[in-house]
């Protein structure tokens, strides 16, 4: 049996729940049964089912499930959260192998979903495609092993440098991208727990920053305005989505509610390292920081992202702001008809 194989479609269909099984990892598993998918699923909305679950209650023919394998992306839960534990429930219906993509590093876990399953007699292997399964579930490991939401920095420059020009006549965006990466991004949005722009992105453009473009989950708009200086009759006012303003005031002018938060820090120090401390007050696991350049660079300087996915269009300006600066190296270059994507990690 080629278990690779079958991890491979557990990530496929896990990527489904990206965006939704938040704060639970995005699972996906499949159950085989001579060398046949009889069940597969992957983890639903929070308080839903998890992977498991959902692959077992696939299976037409449960009796088949004594002689059958069942592949998950990240070992199963040992311990009663929204739901019961899976490793349980694998037990129960005695399935004869159980195949993991890699451990889950949670102290509630770590371990004990394989141990579960061991002294039931169940073959458990560990291991197989485990670098692609973390890489799937990097959001999730970031949390639990560095503490910290998973970063990912956007930006489109022009093929001169520039990420946006000087002046500008209307309050609204000057597009370098195409609208093939304009749509991409609104995918990744979907992706993500939050979103994050600084003042002078919120003057210029006025953003909306949800995902028009794509269907999905709107991120959390997180945005930074120093001396609560923008105008309440901004797109982020509009209560449309949960918006987090991260400031130094401690009063507010502006109606507190449930769709609108104010968050104090002192921006005179690790403003990025303080940003990250209120969005996991929040419970906010991953960010994708949209700009602009001087918000992005703070990040970058302090050594805090995980990700930089950046567009290069095909336009010059001659003169503008600077696209922010670092040194690393591309680990993939992707065309988008007349854009170029360069996607850089933080290892």
């Known amino acids: 049996m080629n278990h690779e194989t079958y991890i491979k479609r557990c990530l496929q269909i896990a990527k489904n729940g990206i965006g939704f099984a938040r704060p639970n990892p995005s699972v996906g598993a499949v159950v085989v049964h001579q060398n046949k998918i009889i069940g597969e699923g992957f983890t639903a909305a929070y308080g839903g089912n998890h992977a498991e679950v959902n692959a077992i209650n696939a299976v037409k023919d449960t009796s088949l499930l004594k002689e059958a394998t069942i592949y998950v992306t990240l070992e199963p839960c040992s311990h009663f959260g929204k739901t019961p534990p899976c490793a349980d429930l694998i037990v129960k219906h005695q399935l004869k192998n159980v195949v993991i993509g890699c451990v889950d590093s949670n102290s509630l876990v770590a371990g004990k979903g394989i141990e579960r399953l061991e002294k039931a007699g169940i073959n458990v292997t560990v291991g197989v495609l485990e670098d692609e399964c973390r ?16 970063i990912i920095l956007k930006w489109a420059e022009t093929k001169d440098g520039f990420v ?30 939050a979103i994050l722009v600084g003042t002078n992105t919120v003057i210029a453009d006025n953003p909306k920053l949800n995902v028009r473009s794509w269907s999905g989950q709107n991120p959390i708009r997180i945005v930074l305005d120093r001396t609560l200086r923008l105008s309440n009759n901004l797109s982020v006012f509009d209560g449309s989505v949960k918006t987090i303003f991260i400031t130094e005031k401690q009063e507010c ?95």
């Open 135 to 150: 890489e799937h579930h990097k959001r999730f490991f970031t949390v639990q092993d560095k503490k910290r939401l998973y």
């Open 164 to 193: 946006a020009p000087l002046t500008k006549d209307e309050q609204k965006p000057v597009w370098i991208s195409n609208q093939y990466s304009q749509q991409l991004v609104h995918k990744w949005r979907s992706e993500e727990h």
């Open 253 to 347: 002018q502006f109606e507190r509610s449930r769709e609108l938060i104010f968050e104090s820090i002192n921006f005179s120090k690790n403003i990025a390292s303080q940003i990250c401390e209120v969005l996991m007050k929040h419970q906010i696991q991953s960010v994708i920081i949209e700009g602009g350049s001087k918000t992005l660079q703070t990040f970058i300087d302090e050594n805090l992202w995980d990700e930089a996915r950046v567009f290069v269009g095909e336009t010059e300006l001659k003169e503008g702001i600077k696209a922010p600066k670092f040194n690393k190296v591309i680990k993939e270059e992707i065309n988008i008809k007349t854009d170029v994507l360069k996607i850089y990690t933080n290892d």
